[in-house]
């Protein structure tokens, strides 16, 4: 298999020219390709008045060697090694258990029982189809249910997001994720887009679809079942302690897969209880801006903008103090979402669906804090900090789960917004026109309105007067880290912690990576070689 980088076409080319242009740059004649797959493919929009598409392609060709020997320089072999999950001894002790079922206990679940080792799998919240109902009912009432909602369910937080699978990682598990989300319902183009997104919509049904296969393999998955407590003897767990309407139960086992997300506060000060060493760390905090997506992709890809999918945008802004200011989780054509877990505090999120269709753009304008911003020292910290600011914005709110928002324009100029403008705030179950500044620290206000005008001169009308403001987003990542040693364990052995909650990973992809990582481990330290697969 060969393949072909850089290939630049015009947006209006189609299939056909695109095999054509590969042929080209191999010096052989279009109908001697034997294959041709699309590996990548992304949007050069440096010159807005010249927009190409940007493709990566594998093809497969007779004589290999001398096509490679004559073509273009972009042309090289591709050596590609499937991922293979780890040969291991055949299992013998109690099953193990994963406590969460976001990407990172799913893809752990579906691995380990691929491989052999089918778990028992703990879910505090619902599953999906039900966990969507319960959402939307809290955005029409206002009503919060704390077992079910953005944060605990069925898929985690993401389910209920943009449903992003990117990320900065480069480990070979990456094809590995990607093939499964294509296999169980996301749509093919995620293999091979240079920011590919499922959509909300689309992910519930894939995550409805993994959580079948889990029950094929022989998985035994417990919704509404809290890990509320840890059997330890001599350092090494012996059990779990689940909690369910049915009351307590205690499972046996010695291996059990901690990955129960970045909300988990409960599991996070029991596990802290119980001797686990853990320790505070960065994070982000800040609100969510809204505007017109016609008005960002315009600016991002000039006049050709409406030939185009949605644009969105990646900023960040270094201002003198040594405070840092940047975009996150943007979602084109999407939604304010309200992400609360608990009562009296407010929390937001973005989401967008496939079609990525809405009228605004919205994303995380966060600024990063440290554990030298937490009140204390001890590793929930940080926990403390989110739960601080998260009362206040729900303070600023009025009530029922209402949102601060406020005007760009006002908010530069330090006055409280009285009513909206052009952009229409897209947060259910409403907001409140205040002034934003009153749920962040005064140093994040200060790095928010330092850096929008600097973030305007990168894509133009990003400061606009009446974008909107909407406070707060404080669950950009996990506050705390579960530390784990080289074989992936915590100092309790046979714990293994996992996936964004515990401090390891920072979006689907990475977490879904993490799952598998961990479910190696778990599978290899059975044999008791501590040998890890990399």
Sequence with gaps: MLQIANIRLPLDADGEALKKRAAKLLHMSPKDLREIQLVKQSIDARKKSDLKLVYTVNVRVDDEAGVLRRADASVKRLEKNAYHFPEHPTWSGSRPVVAGMGPAGLFAALYLARGGIPPIVLERGRPVEQRQRDVERFWQTGLLDTRSNVQFGEGGAGTFSDGKLTTGTHDPRISAVLDTFVAFGAPCDVAYSFRPHVGTDVLRQVVANLRAELLRLGCEVRFETALTGLRIEGGRLTGVEATSERGKEVIPTDHLILAPGHSARDTFAMLHQAGLLMEAKPFAVGVRIEHHQDA?????????????????????????????????????????????????????????????????????????????????????????????????????????????????????????????????????????????????????????RGSLPLLDRKVHGFAHSEAVLTGMESRSSSPLRVLRDETLQANVRGIFPCGEGCGFAGGIMSAAVDGIRVAEAVALESAGNGKMFI
């Excluded at 929390?347 to 079609?355: D, E, F, H, L, W």
């Design 296 to 448: 960002i992709s315009r600016a991002q890809y000039g006049a050709g903008w409406d030939k185009l999918p949605p644009s969105d945008y990646h900023l960040s802004c270094h201002l003198p103090d040594g405070r840092s200011a940047f975009s996150f989780c943007v979602c084109p054509g999407g939604v304010v979402v309200a992400s609360a877990s608990e009562e009296g505090r407010l929390v937001t999120n973005g989401m967008s669906y496939r079609a990525r269709d809405g009228v605004n753009i919205n994303g995380g304008f966060l600024v990063g804090v440290s554990p030298a911003d937490y009140p204390g020292t001890d590793p929930l910290a940080g926990v403390r900090f989110q739960e601080q600011w998260e009362r206040a914005a729900y303070e600023l709110g009025g009530g029922g789960f209402k949102a601060p928002a406020q005007l760009v324009g006002d908010f530069l100029q330090k006055r409280a917004s009285s009513a909206g403008g052009a952009v229409k705030p897209t947060y259910r179950p409403g907001v409140n026109w205040t002034d934003v500044a009153g749920c962040l620290p005064d140093y994040v206000a200060d790095t928010l």
